[in-house]
């Protein structure tokens, strides 16, 4: 052998026990999160969990997680709003424990949250995106954040050195970001937590160029309730203002200067349904494409963590901070307790203790987002955070004591959408809803739904006699949550 041939072959083994050494090394160590994160993700519009859109191939990266992980049927939030859920992702309260009812409220950054119980446990974390809490970030090693709701085109992101103005579109950008971090600034040594938050799909859904194109001769399935008259539904349904026919804004929401937009309208002149069916369209493909573009970025992660050997000891989580309506009951947006918006998607990848291609169906909540976190790398969960860990979930196994219903309330009213405040308490068959307050009928209006058969809650069955003992079984049920989970009564 020639002393090249030496020198090459050394190196080539030199190099190979280095990597294994890397490897051996960073499974060693405690588990990494990567928590990816979108704003206004509905359900429906992942392939994985079926529907309407199962056949449009949108969401290819994201039903991976699926395929290698699992994926929970029946994740929901605690208050379908921006703010308040990411409120309760960081501390694992409802609202009205950390003091996040609505969008406008302030955020008390001092408070308990996860991120800081993990810091102060040698684990590094990092927020990158949008967070949509005012204020300086706490507890996170290196934070760069997207400034209130944050921009599509070019966005600005503020850090505790100032704020720096990126080229190009957000979701392209968080994920830069994202990678950089992972790339330049995370150390090797410490187990980490990533929390990688994408703008996309929020309204006024605008794609990055490359889908635009791609989506603009798609036409995509209506939902059964697009023409819905809500005449099994109560005050609240009647009376929103958050309509693709009345609501939604033919300049910043369809963009209809856009010439191909320009061009139909000016030649088909729809009117009535026919509109309806246009805006919708216009809306799915804009909102679609964003979807695309979040599905895309995925990928990009999923491929570095691979590519770096962090993939095979790095829990991959990817939910929502609620769901939203595609057009179902004539809508879009979200904050009601009806399923599309009351639900949101949760998928995770844990090599090694999720077995792949699982499914869970028991009733799990953003409230317990931060104990999963903290029980993942090991740490102790505090007493007084309100939601459960997810790991046992996770491994299969469904605690004996695990809840049988969820508590929801929602407060932001009279603001914008004109949604009524409303609490409620849900199985996982049944629901029962209670709007309150001003403008509600004698200050209270009550509705019943049986999911099993009626999925898609079209009809309340609050005043059939038949279901009268089920009404006094589900509101004892909400009053024991209320007790439980601490409600003010002045809050109810």
Known sequence: MNKRNFIKKTSLGLTMLAATNSVAAEEAKKPNVVWIFSDDHAVQAIGAYGGRFEQENLTPNIDSLAKDGMLFTRAYVANSICAPSRATLLTGKHSHLNGKYDNRDSFNHDQQQFQKILQDSDCQTAMIGKIHLAGNMQGFDYWEVLPGQGRYTDPVFVTEGGRTQYVGHSTDIVTDRALNWLENDMDESKSFMLMVHYKAPHRHWVPAERFKKTFSTRTFPEPESLFDDYKGRGTAARLQDMSIRDTMRMDRDLKQTQPERAAYLKQHNPQ???????????????????????????????????????????VVMYSSDQGFY????????????????????????WPGVIKPGSRNNDLVQNIDFAETFLDI?????????????????????????????LYYHYYEYPAVHSVRKHEGVATKRYKLIRFYGEDVPNAEEWELYDLKTDPNEMKSLHDDPVQKERIEEMKKELQRLREFYEVPKEQS
């Open 272 to 314: 009535g349904d026919d509109l309806v069916r246009w805006k919708y369209q216009t809306y799915m493909k804009d909102y679609l494409a964003c979807i695309a573009g979040v599905d895309e970025n995925v990928g990009r992660i999923l491929k570095y963590l691979k590519d770096a050997g962090l993939d095979r000891n790095t």
């Open 326 to 349: 595609l057009g179902e009951h004539g809508w879009f947006d979200k904050r009601f307790m009806y399923e599309e918006s009351f639900r949101t998607p949760l998928l995770a990848r």
């Open 377 to 405: 790398v090991g740490t102790p969960i505090p007493d007084d955070m309100q939601g459960k860990s997810l790991v046992p979930l996770m491994k299969g196994e469904t605690p004996k004591d695990w809840r049988t219903s």
